[in-house]
């Protein structure tokens, strides 16, 4: 107890220190970035929703909003590349994340970690199996194993006829897990490593997920998961942490 109490403190004062240092340095670009967005449509650059955070409580979390207004309203939480509603300078952002950089403000208020599993709107949160619902045991993060593993998410839903479903068959499981596994291995260290490699995907994705596999293969993590994350072999539908069955139908979305 005493240890995790002393592990959580220590996340917490580096959380504080590293997002605080993170708005000061960026603090031109994210300026910069604001800019563009206004210009194209003069409408707010901020998109604001609510996301789950730890213990199941909402927050709401601040991100730069890269579609167009109302997007949200539209019902699919799920977003391909090919999405029409992404704005064209919203693709930019998108490619280079640049849109997650106004969470370090989530990060300092204490709503989110700068490691952590990424946080989710409620509608996906209701459908977690309950081995999922351990997810929420933690603060989320910004970054983590799965958001370098599936940095391409908008590629993989592209063209699917329904990418909330395709989300639930192929991205959920394996990010789930990946997730799981987090939980399971945190420590300051490890939230290093993964900082670095989140950067390193920034330059060179192919080499971020070499990192990660040499990173999880230490962690002693299972050959499913390495394999995973090394993303040299096409995504299979597959069912969800907690449960056998593969996600086919909008209906089955709530089984448990």
Same mark, same amino acid.
């Given at each position: 107890?005493?240890?995790?109490?002393?592990?959580?403190?220590?996340?917490?004062?580096? &959380?504080?220190?590293?997002?605080?240092?993170?708005?000061?340095?960026?603090?031109?670009?994210?300026?910069?970035?604001?800019?563009?967005?206004?210009?194209?449509?003069?409408?707010?650059?901020?998109?604001?929703?609510?996301?789950?955070?730890?213990?199941?409580?909402?927050?709401?979390?601040?991100?730069?909003?890269?579609?167009?207004?109302?997007?949200?309203?539209?019902?699919?939480?799920?977003?391909?590349?090919?999405?029409?509603?992404?704005?064209?300078?919203?693709?930019?952002?998108?490619?280079?994340?640049?849109?997650?950089?106004?969470?370090?403000?989530?990060?300092?208020?204490?709503?989110?970690?700068?490691?952590?599993?990424?946080?989710?709107?409620?509608?996906?949160?209701?459908?977690?199996?309950?081995?999922?619902?351990?997810?929420?045991?933690?603060?989320?993060?910004?970054? &983590?194993?799965?958001?370098?593993?599936?940095?391409?998410?908008?590629?993989?839903?592209?063209?699917?006829?329904?990418?909330?479903?395709?989300?639930?068959?192929?991205?959920?499981?394996?990010?789930?897990?990946?997730?799981?596994?987090?939980?399971?291995?945190?420590?300051?260290?490890?939230?290093?490593?993964?900082?670095?490699?989140?950067?390193?995907?920034?330059?060179?994705?192919?080499?971020?997920?070499?990192?990660?596999?040499?990173?999880?293969?230490?962690?002693?993590?299972?050959?499913?998961?390495?394999?995973?994350?090394?993303?040299?072999?096409?995504?299979?539908?597959?069912?969800?942490?907690?449960?056998?069955?593969?996600?086919?139908?909008?209906?089955?979305?709530?089984?448990?």
């Amino acid at each position: 107890m005493l240890k995790n109490l002393l592990s959580n403190l220590i996340k917490r004062i580096f &959380d504080m220190v590293a997002s605080l240092f993170g708005i000061l340095l960026l603090s031109p670009l994210i300026v910069l970035v604001i800019l563009l967005i206004w210009v194209k449509d003069c409408k707010s650059p901020f998109y604001i929703s609510e996301r789950i955070g730890k213990d199941e409580k909402p927050f709401k979390i601040i991100k730069l909003r890269t579609m167009i207004v109302g997007a949200d309203l539209k019902g699919v939480d799920s977003t391909a590349s090919n999405d029409k509603r992404i704005t064209p300078i919203g693709h930019i952002i998108r490619n280079y994340k640049l849109d997650e950089l106004t969470q370090l403000w989530n990060v300092l208020k204490g709503d989110m970690s700068l490691v952590g599993p990424r946080p989710n709107v409620k509608r996906e949160t209701d459908i977690y199996t309950s081995t999922e619902k351990s997810l929420l045991s933690m603060r989320p993060g910004i970054t &983590d194993f799965a958001s370098i593993v599936f940095s391409d998410e908008g590629k993989i839903l592209s063209g699917k006829a329904d990418p909330d479903i395709a989300y639930n068959q192929l991205i959920r499981p394996g990010k789930n897990e990946l997730g799981l596994f987090y939980i399971a291995n945190r420590g300051l260290g490890v939230d290093l490593k993964i900082i670095f490699a989140t950067l390193l995907s920034i330059i060179s994705r192919e080499k971020a997920l070499k990192l990660l596999v040499r990173y999880l293969t230490k962690l002693q993590a299972n050959s499913e998961l390495i394999r995973l994350a090394s993303r040299k072999y096409n995504l299979a539908p597959k069912p969800p942490p907690g449960t056998s069955r593969i996600v086919t139908t909008r209906e089955q979305l709530n089984f448990d």
